[in-house]
């Protein structure tokens, strides 16, 4: 049989896993990578990124946008840890990305060689799964198991370490066709116990409400949600990583948590059982508010569930089975919430926006936004926005078009994941929206978007900044985008702003348009 280098082994792994596009940078350790890539340039999409940190954001933009894996290859040392910022947040947001770190030969390992680290211990805390590649031979199966787990079950990060003299050995390619792991649990079944003991709780309250986290955000269960917003008409809220899960749902009554809409804090109080599926409830709603309350907690990942006590379901299994036997439910229920009331909550809930909008610049902004850009956009950001947030006052009916860091708020993730995003679904209109100050985290990318011609909108917000009491200024972005040979443009918060964005979103190919607030 043929013997192939580890380098062409990486790539006829990933080819065969269907994996078409890749984001990273060259450097010491991955070389021989880089010298086999011109066989596979048919084959395999490499874009060169300028930082290891935007590389990841890239590929984790790629995957939330795709339901995809996303993918970067860097080299070890520096270049590793720089992924740390990134892979955390894919961690955090179980966003299935695969990390291919370069590292020393084999026999150096532990001996403080140039470059090295340890790209294991480092990220043992944050990816979901971590390996160390020792022989040739293993390269393909450890590629196809990190893939599997990275994207089956709660998803995740895994990063896969590759010493030097892995990618220069020899070997024959085999790879698995299935790839079945000891002790993981990819996908546990719907338990008829369980279910049952939810139907009857389900039928004992009066005043239930839905809370759908990013577990609950798939394709197929769209239409699951849809049925059980039409058949029972539950009040519904969903979390950061789900806005547009419900879609256009007259029971979506927006965000849940801290930065959540007028209604949520008042449902919570209200119901009298609270069905959450895929989220993480301790993240998002203050223990105090869920004191006593009866729960049902639906989720892949058990680490997720609440403290088991006699209030509190916790089911382990996938949200579409869940969702599935839900929608199915022909058990005739009639539930305590009021019309009216409901509706009133609702006129309450838009009162209050349009209360916000008129005071707040940065909700005037992304309300604007939202109405010319409407729901077929793709907006991806950064997720701190101070006093006000973009989630709130943006109108998202699909999930997919709503990319940003919500579990640590990463500074700098909106505009390489919007590069990402672009990659992903090229035909999509794709906008970045940052800060100034977040911006200027990942900026350098602005190359990158330049030369790969990319239709991307980036909108950067640049305000006065407090740090420590004291004013500090900001750079003119419409000069630094120039200087990146981006064509940008300024615009100034005013009577015309609308005009003005809808005249320069209008335009197709890459542009800045710096926002002076």
């Given amino acids: ?48 990124t300028r930082h290891e940190q935007a590389a990841t954001h890239m590929a984790d933009g790629f995957a939330r946008a795709s339901n995809l894996p996303g993918v970067i290859l860097c080299t070890s040392g520096p270049a590793a840890t720089n992924t740390v910022t990134g892979i955390t947040t894919a961690h955090i947001d179980s966003v299935p990305v695969l990390i291919f770190t370069g590292q020393v030969p084999v026999p150096f390992l532990g001996s403080d060689a140039f470059q090295e680290a340890d790209h294991i211990g480092i990220t043992r805390s944050c990816t979901k799964h971590n390996t160390l590649v020792r022989k040739t031979v293993d390269l393909p199966k450890a590629i196809a198991e990190a893939l599997h787990i990275s994207s089956t079950g709660r998803k995740g990060p895994v990063l896969v370490d590759m010493p030097k003299d892995v990618l220069i050995g020899e070997s024959e390619f085999k790879i698995p066709n299935k790839v079945k792991l000891k002790n993981y649990s990819e996908n546990p079944e719907l338990q008829k116990k369980d279910f049952n003991k939810f139907k009857s709780a389900l039928k004992n309250s009066n005043k239930p409400l839905l809370i759908y986290g990013r577990g609950s955000c798939a394709e197929s269960n769209t239409k699951y949600i849809e049925k059980i917003s039409q058949i029972f008409k539950i009040p519904s809220l969903s979390s950061i990583l789900s806005l547009g899960v419900l879609g256009k749902s007259k029971n979506n009554f927006g965000l849940v948590g801290e930065e959540g809409s007028y209604a949520s804090n008042i449902l919570i109080n209200e119901s009298d059982l609270i069905i959450s599926i ?20 639906v989720n892949i990942d058990n680490t997720q569930f609440l403290n088991d006590n006699k209030n509190i379901l916790n089911i382990l299994t996938n949200s579409s089975f869940f969702l599935e036997a839900f929608s199915r439910l022909k058990d005739k229920m009639k539930f305590s919430w009021d019309k009216e009331d409901l509706s009133l909550l609702h006129k309450k809930n838009s009162e209050n926006k349009l209360k916000i909008i008129s005071k707040n610049k940065k909700a005037f ?15 991806c950001s950064d997720f701190s926005y101070e006093d006000v947030n973009l989630q709130q006052f943006y109108n998202f009916t699909d999930y997919r078009n709503s990319i940003m860091s919500g579990g640590v708020g990463t500074p700098g993730y909106g505009f390489p994941a919007a590069i990402g995003a672009k990659f992903s679904r090229p035909r999509s209109k794709v906008v970045s929206i940052s800060s100034g100050e977040n911006f200027q985290f990942n900026m350098q990318e602005l190359i990158v978007a330049r030369e790969q011609k990319l239709d991307l909108t980036i909108i950067v917000l640049n305000e006065d900044s407090q740090l420590n009491g004291k004013g500090h200024e900001n750079p003119d972005y419409k000069m630094m985008g120039e200087s990146f040979g981006v064509k940008s443009v300024t615009i100034n918060l005013g009577k015309n702003i609308k005009n003005q964005l809808k005249k320069h979103l209008s335009h197709k190919g890459l542009r800045l348009i710096e926002i002076l607030i």
């Fill in 365 to 379: 902004i992304f309300s604007t936004l939202s109405e010319l850009l409407g729901d077929k956009a793709i907006i």
């Fill in 1 to 48: 049989m043929k013997k192939y280098l580890g380098a062409e082994l990486f790539f006829e792994s990933l080819y065969k896993l269907g994996i078409r596009i890749i984001f990273g940078l060259p450097g010491g350790y991955v070389l021989k990578i880089y010298d086999v890539m011109p066989s596979y340039a048919k084959k395999i999409t490499h874009i060169l």
């Fill in 278 to 297: 895929g989220c993480d409830l301790k993240k998002i709603i203050p223990e105090s508010s869920l004191d006593g309350k009866k729960m049902v907690v």
